[in-house]
């Protein structure tokens, strides 16, 4: 009787010994993995600072009255050490997009065909719709829409009949979808009040838009334009007109990301605008782009 009482209590403490073991392991788990979320969490909040740094440095770059080693603003990339952070940092001048408020026909027709469209009669609806949905009158364009056809298609709204307010409006044009807008709207601003662009600083979709310009002949464009020194003869458009790297604006796209040693990173976007300082304020954001962090 008493060997089966002490073969109990043996099996009673091994069960306890392994219900402790098992406590233990899972608090450990838990243990580790609050860890790890935790510096997890402490490394993309470095990056994200880091990467808001770049954008202040862009600011400042943009600033620099010293025309030696001024960054500048044609998209191409800068990278600087912040601690032991790499932050790369790329700007565009507005002046080098589209204005989706000055635009007209041919230019609108450009952008669209260097989007990819090759439907003629698609690009003269789209060309039509923008200018309908800009304009301030009810007075419907030869391929374009006004009120009742975006009625008719189903939408809860109508065509503004004003300016653009921001980039993200261009959505709402009848005939625009979420991939088409993706592929546009690196090309596109409401900044720039030019009716066409600046080659100085325009990005490549917004290049493919110049009269003469084909991706063979942009992407040497751009080789040439981050090879080029102070001093180099001026770059040239395919009809000998020359392009001088001056007479941009003072509103900028930029990218920012940072990336830690160990791979964790954040990347942020925004458009912002100098200002003269007087206020305190050297600049103002005007478009906020929340970015990856990975």
């Known amino acids: 009787m008493r060997d089966k009482q002490q073969g109990v209590a043996l099996i009673l403490v091994l069960w306890v010994s392994i219900l402790l073991t098992v406590i233990v392991g899972s608090f450990s788990i838990v243990a580790r993995t609050e860890t790890i979320q935790a510096r997890h969490l402490l490394d993309t ?3 994200r600072y880091a990467a808001e740094a770049g954008l202040h440095r862009a600011a400042y770059e943009m600033r620099n009255p010293k025309e030696e080693g001024k960054w500048i603003a044609d998209g191409r990339p800068y990278t600087f050490k912040f601690e032991e952070i790499e932050v790369e940092v790329m700007v565009v001048d ?3 997009k589209i204005d989706i408020n000055s635009a007209q026909q041919p230019t609108l027709a450009a952008l669209f065909t260097s989007a990819g469209i090759e439907d003629q009669g698609m690009i003269d609806e789209l060309v039509d719709a923008v200018i309908d949905f800009r304009d301030p009158d009810d007075l419907v364009s030869l391929h374009g829409a006004e009120a009742e056809a975006y009625e008719a298609a189903g939408y809860p709204y109508g065509p503004k009949n004003g300016p653009f307010e921001s980039v993200p409006e261009f959505q709402q044009v009848i005939g625009m979808n979420w991939e088409l807008y993706q592929k546009l709207e690196p090309a596109i601003t409401v900044y720039s009040g030019r009716s066409g662009v600046n080659p100085a600083f325009a990005p490549r979709s917004a290049l493919l838009t110049i009269d003469g310009m084909t991706i063979d002949i942009v992407d040497q464009f751009i080789s040439d334009r981050n090879n080029s ?3 180099d003869p001026p770059l040239t458009l395919p009809d000998g007109t ?3 790297a001056r007479g941009g604006g003072l509103t900028y796209s930029v990218r920012a990301r940072a990336t830690l040693p160990n791979g964790a990173s954040s990347e942020l976007k925004a458009t ?3 200002g003269n300082g007087l206020t305190g ?3 103002r954001i005007v478009r906020w782009r929340d970015g990856s962090i990975t």
């Open 94 to 96: 507005e002046s080098g």
């Open 242 to 244: 020359p392009v001088v």
């Open 281 to 283: 304020r050297p600049f």
């Open 272 to 274: 912002i605008r100098l």
């Open 229 to 231: 020194q102070p001093g």
């Open 45 to 47: 909040t470095r990056a």
